[in-house]
């Protein structure tokens, strides 16, 4: 039997916005008691409730559940896994997992890229960051401007206003569009360091004006 999506993923949902996950789980074994079949958007939408509660390894379990049930699985369905280890500062773990994504013929999304990105980022570690971006390209995927943002924010956390501002020029080089975030991101990085430090800050700024962006 099948459910209805409509519901049963609003209710994940519900349970994923407000941190519930008790709740989702409770929902999700009354279904399987009365032989319903959950689909695997509403997996996904309790992979979510998961996430927002940081309980990875509950990610892990349900993930694998929905996987031994012979539910394939997409990009949405792990890329939420993938933020429950990011967002409980696991980066290895996200990492991992991203890349096990080819062993079921799933393809990263750039919304799967930039979680792994941005928990590199929260871990200062410019260098996986970077190398996680360049996957993404050579996937094809293009990355988006919270993937080049996580990865400035990745230099500014470790120390490197260079490696910032290196980022900053590459935006425009693949002609990405550099935003206000990007932007403050360099001259923050850059403040703050003796006399150099403030004269690239105050070019970034100028640049970020020539640009017009507030």
């Known amino acids: ?4 999506d409509d519901v049963w993923i609003s209710r994940m949902a519900l349970c994923a ?3 519930q996950l008790d709740l989702g789980e409770a929902w999700m074994q009354q279904m399987l008691r009365h032989g319903v079949q959950p689909t695997r958007q509403v997996f996904t939408a309790l992979l979510g409730a998961c996430a927002g509660a940081k309980q990875p390894e509950k990610a892990r379990q349900w993930l694998q559940w ?3 049930a012979g539910i394939e699985p997409d990009a949405m369905t792990f890329t939420p896994c993938v933020d429950a280890f990011a967002k409980s500062g696991d980066v290895e773990a996200a990492s991992a997992l991203l890349a096990s ?9 750039e919304f799967t ?3 792994v990105i941005n928990a590199c980022a929260e871990a200062r570690a ?5 190398a996680w971006l360049e996957t993404a390209k050579k996937a094809k995927v293009q990355p988006s401007i919270e993937c080049y943002n996580a990865v400035m924010k990745a230099h500014a956390r470790a120390g490197d206003a260079e490696g ?3 980022w900053l020029r590459s935006m425009s080089e693949d002609r990405m569009v550099a935003d206000a975030v990007s932007f403050n991101t360099a001259i923050s990085a850059c403040a703050g360091g003796g006399d150099d430090s403030v004269a690239d800050a105050e070019a ?7 640009a017009r962006i507030e």
């Open 1 to 4: 039997v099948q459910c209805r």
């Open 17 to 19: 916005e407000t941190g």
């Open 101 to 109: 994504m080819q062993n079921h013929a799933v393809d990263p999304n």
């Open 113 to 115: 890229y930039a979680t």
């Open 164 to 166: 910032t501002r290196h």
């Open 126 to 130: 410019p260098k996986a960051a970077e």
């Open 204 to 210: 970034v700024f100028a640049a970020m004006q020539h």
């Open 66 to 68: 929905m996987l031994d």
